[in-house]
Every structure is written in structure tokens, then in C-alpha cells.
């Protein structure tokens, strides 16, 4: 077999301007799962993949799903005599926008300032999907190992039929290694190994206290409002500290150096005085220990209240959880202290959401680990970081449970500029690049001789 590095770097730079443009195609596309009047885009977006997979010259193509589930695209370069397969993850389906109007272009309109691409799933994970693609182009549909691409549209929903999926289609699967395209790097030019992702799980939390609303002056005092017992409830969720005062849940410790405080405030947008929560370092606090939210609550909004008791509400309570936890277990014990913090005897029901991602730890050693270690230093001009997330992809315990052989790399194109979720989501293109260089270059480095 010819060297697969040759004229590697020169390929891959001929191969990115097609690749943006397709990216902002697919940005384009508003594949909001989660949100039903978006399944139709969703629909069009995993087409879209598929016929960028057809164009990037793959043997195979199909479009598949689970019952109830999100399309997810799978295609196949089916490996040359001797070579190993690589599985190469993304998903293609988005989060809602959180009101276009706050955007400074349009989330669905790609816009380019300042060296960064703008616009909802231009980072997550519509980057990761045409990292994929580009490094498949910059091969010219022969990569030197076996490449299975896997594109799923539900992980933003928390991958609820990934697992019915992976069964299913157990075989088209199987992998020797496997490249979640799906994180971040802490720096435009550090490259970043992932090896520590927290897990998620939510409850939504009912709390109701009468029958029907009832005026608030001729009850009000002996009688409460199930809006208060709610908030007493939720405040319950934290100790004086801001530590998380579930009982018994997992924490673990981090030797990684400390973020820079003000820098950490900065991305994160905290206002001037606000306080950090918790202890510990930031790459502790966030990697490591549990955090948890309330997402959102229904109640009579404020410009139609009136003078009357609420009689119910309820909230949306979501769980970051550290590796070392089990999911269940954690979305247990959460539950059961909601039900026990409940004042004045309302009555509560605690209902657990069906998205579900456990934590995880990676071992980063192992042949792949150094391969990914050669490659992205190479592409990067600057050596690897194992690093770990606050966030979570279901996919990957998933993945390492059914291919327990597989060797898992997590990397990724965002930074922590990117505003993952948020207004104004944006790529840095140049880091794009590199990044797409890195994983051509994995691709050569995990050839056997
Ligand atoms: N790509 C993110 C995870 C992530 C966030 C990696 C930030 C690196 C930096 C992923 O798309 C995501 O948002 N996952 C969800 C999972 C959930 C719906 C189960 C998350 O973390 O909220
Ligand atoms: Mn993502
Ligand atoms: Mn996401």
C-alpha cells in the first residue's frame, strides 16, 4: 500500500472549501428532533448525509431508524485486505434555537464573522458530521483503513432508541476503533483527548396542593399555593454552599490544573457578583461532580396571573452526573429527595424522563490513544491534552457496551468560544481544518503495517 500520508495535508486543503459549503448546508436544515414539528427537516437532514456519504464515494448507504426513533445514516468503506474498521460518530440533529430574534444572524442562515461560522449546529454537531465527510473526500472515497460512518439525529433527545438501534444493526456496526466527533478542544490550536464525560438524567416534578384555583384573599394564609410549595422543593436541590445536597451521589477528585477563573466566568456569561457554586476546582466541579437544574417550570405565566392560588406546578429537574454513578440509581435518589422535601403535605409525583446517558471514563493508552496522540499534535502544531466534559453522549456507554473490544476516541472541533446550546453557536474554521487534517491523519497512523 502507497504511503496514505502523501500529499495527506495538501488533499485535505483542497477538500475544505466543498466541506463548508456542505456544512452550511446542512446548517441550513433546522433538524430539531426533539421538537415534532421539525421531523420532517430532521427527515431532510439525514438525507442530506446520505448523499454526502454517495458523493464522498461510499460503497454502501442506507438511511435506518428504530420504531419511534430519529433517521440516522449509515455508510460503509469497506476496509482494504488486513486493515482495521473505524467507526466515525456524529449526529446531525440539532437544539432548539432558544428564540431566533436573540441571534445576531439567523440560526438557520450559516454566516461567516470573523473566522468563525455562525449559526444552530454549525459546532453541534454539523461540524462533526462534515469532519467526517471531508476526511473521507480528502481520501477520495479509498481511506487506507475500513470506515463506518454513523450519523445519528436523536442525541440531543438523549439517544432513546440508540440502544434498540445498535442491536438491530449489531453487525453493520462492529468496529475496532471508534472516533466520536462530538467535544471540544480547550483552545483553538490544543487538541484535546477526551476521556471523562458526566452522564444526564431529568425528573419532571409535580406538586399539587388543591382542586381548582381559589381566590387569594379569602384563603390565603391558612391555604398555600402548590407554585411556593414547588420552589421549596427546588430549593431544596442545593445546600448554603451550592453543592449538590442529594445524598450519596458519586464525586471524584481531579489533579488537572485549575481554568483560569475569570476566563471560565467570561465564556460562561455570569454577571458581575454572581457566585460560583460549589468547591472544588473548575475541572473538578465540572467534570467530576454532580450538578443539577431546573430546566423549566409550568406555571400561569406572569402577565396572566391573578389574584387566586395556584393549585399545581411542575418543573423539569435535570442531573449531571460524575462518572462512578449509576444512572438509575442517581435519577433514584434524585426523585426520592424531591418527594421528601415536599412542605405542608402536598401531594408530589415524580415522573423520570426516558433520556437517559450513563457517565464515562475512557482509558486513554492503548495503540489508538497513540495513534490519535501522533496525529492530532501533527495537525494541531501543539501535543494532544487528555481532558475531560461536563457534558454527555449517550452514544458512548452505549457504544463500549455492546463493542466492549472497540477502542473509543472522543474529539471534536468546538471551543470554548463555540456557545454549544446557546445564541450565537459558531465554529472556528480554521481550527475546522485542522481538525479534519487530524483525523485523515488518525486514519493513516491506525493502518497495519
Ligand atoms: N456535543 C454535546 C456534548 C458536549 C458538550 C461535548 C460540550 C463537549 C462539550 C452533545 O451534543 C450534547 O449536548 N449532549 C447532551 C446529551 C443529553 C441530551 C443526553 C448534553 O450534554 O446535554
Ligand atoms: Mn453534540
Ligand atoms: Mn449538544
Same mark, same amino acid.
Given at each position: 500500500?502507497? #504511503?496514505?500520508?502523501? %500529499? ?5 486543503? #483542497?477538500?475544505l472549501?466543498?466541506?463548508?459549503? #456542505? ?11 426533539? @421538537?415534532?414539528?421539525? *421531523?420532517? #427537516? ?17 460503497? !454502501?448507504?442506507?438511511?435506518?431508524a428504530?420504531? =419511534? ?5 449509515v455508510?460503509?468503506?469497506?476496509a ?9 460518530? $456524529?449526529h446531525?440533529?440539532v ?8 441571534w ?17 449546529? !454549525?459546532?453541534?454537531?454539523?461540524? /462533526? ?13 479509498h ?8 450519523i ?23 468496529a @475496532?476503533?471508534?472516533?466520536?466527533? @462530538?467535544?471540544? %478542544? ?10 471523562s ?52 451521589l458519586?464525586r ?17 456569561g ?7 457554586? =460549589?468547591? =472544588? ?16 417550570? @409550568?406555571?400561569?405565566?406572569? *402577565?396572566?396571573?391573578? %389574584? ?18 449509576? !444512572? ?22 415524580v ?10 471514563t475512557?482509558?486513554?493508552? /492503548? ?14 502544531? %501543539? ?21 466492549? /473490544? !472497540? $477502542?473509543?476516541?472522543v474529539? /471534536? ?8 446550546? =446557546? ?27
Amino acid at each position: 500500500m502507497p #504511503d496514505p500520508r502523501e %500529499n495527506l495535508a495538501a488533499a485535505v486543503t #483542497d477538500a475544505l472549501p466543498a466541506a463548508r459549503a #456542505d456544512l452550511e448546508r446542512l446548517v441550513r436544515i433546522p433538524s430539531i428532533w426533539a @421538537d415534532p414539528a421539525h *421531523a420532517e #427537516d430532521t427527515r431532510r437532514s439525514a438525507e442530506t448525509v446520505a448523499e454526502l456519504a454517495r458523493a464522498a464515494g461510499a460503497a !454502501a448507504v442506507q438511511i435506518v431508524a428504530a420504531e =419511534g426513533g430519529a433517521p440516522a445514516v449509515v455508510a460503509q468503506w469497506p476496509a482494504p485486505e488486513g486493515q482495521p474498521t473505524v467507526l466515525l460518530y $456524529a449526529h446531525h440533529d440539532v437544539q432548539p434555537t432558544g428564540g431566533d430574534e436573540h441571534w445576531t444572524s439567523p440560526p438557520f442562515e450559516p454566516t461567516e464573522r470573523d473566522g468563525r461560522l455562525y449559526g444552530r449546529g !454549525a459546532a453541534d454537531d454539523k461540524a /462533526g458530521v462534515m469532519t467526517h465527510l471531508a476526511v473521507l473526500r480528502a481520501y477520495q472515497g479509498h481511506p487506507p483503513v475500513g470506515v463506518t460512518l454513523f450519523i445519528e439525529g436523536e442525541e440531543e433527545s438523549g439517544s432513546p432508541t440508540l440502544p434498540a438501534l445498535l442491536r438491530s444493526h449489531h453487525e453493520l456496526l462492529t468496529a @475496532d476503533v471508534i472516533v466520536i466527533a @462530538d467535544a471540544a %478542544n480547550p483552545a483553538v490550536d490544543v487538541p484535546a483527548l477526551t476521556t471523562s464525560l458526566r452522564g444526564l438524567v431529568d425528573v419532571t416534578v409535580e406538586v399539587a396542593m388543591l382542586e381548582r384555583p381559589v381566590h387569594s384573599g379569602v384563603y390565603g394564609g391558612p391555604v398555600g399555593d402548590a407554585l411556593t410549595a414547588l420552589c421549596t422543593t427546588l430549593g431544596a436541590l442545593h445546600d448554603a454552599k451550592g453543592e449538590v445536597a442529594i445524598p450519596g451521589l458519586a464525586r471524584g477528585h481531579s489533579d488537572a490544573p485549575d481554568m483560569d477563573e475569570a476566563t471560565f466566568r467570561s465564556d460562561a456569561g455570569l454577571l458581575d457578583g454572581v457566585e460560583l457554586l =460549589g468547591t =472544588g476546582t473548575l475541572p473538578e466541579r465540572t467534570w467530576l461532580k454532580p450538578a443539577v437544574a431546573v430546566l423549566g417550570i @409550568d406555571a400561569p405565566r406572569v *402577565a396572566e396571573a391573578s %389574584n387566586v392560588l395556584v393549585p399545581r406546578a411542575r418543573a423539569m429537574v435535570s442531573m449531571r452526573i460524575a462518572p462512578g454513578e449509576d !444512572a438509575l440509581a442517581a435519577q433514584r435518589a434524585l426523585a426520592a429527595h424531591l418527594e421528601s422535601h415536599v412542605p405542608w403535605g402536598a401531594q408530589v409525583t415524580v415522573t423520570p424522563g426516558p433520556g437517559i446517558a450513563e457517565p464515562f471514563t475512557l482509558d486513554g493508552t /492503548g495503540a489508538a490513544y497513540d495513534a490519535a496522540r501522533r496525529a492530532f499534535s501533527e495537525a494541531y502544531g %501543539n501535543a494532544a491534552v487528555e481532558t475531560g466534559i461536563g457534558g454527555s453522549i449517550p452514544f458512548i456507554a452505549e457504544f463500549a457496551r455492546t463493542f466492549p /473490544g !472497540a $477502542a473509543v476516541l472522543v474529539t /471534536g472541533v468546538g471551543d470554548p468560544a463555540s456557545r454549544w446550546h =446557546g445564541i450565537d453557536e459558531s465554529l472556528h474554521l480554521e481550527m475546522f481544518g485542522k481538525g479534519v487534517l487530524a483525523e485523515a491523519l488518525l486514519l493513516a497512523e491506525l493502518t497495519r503495517p
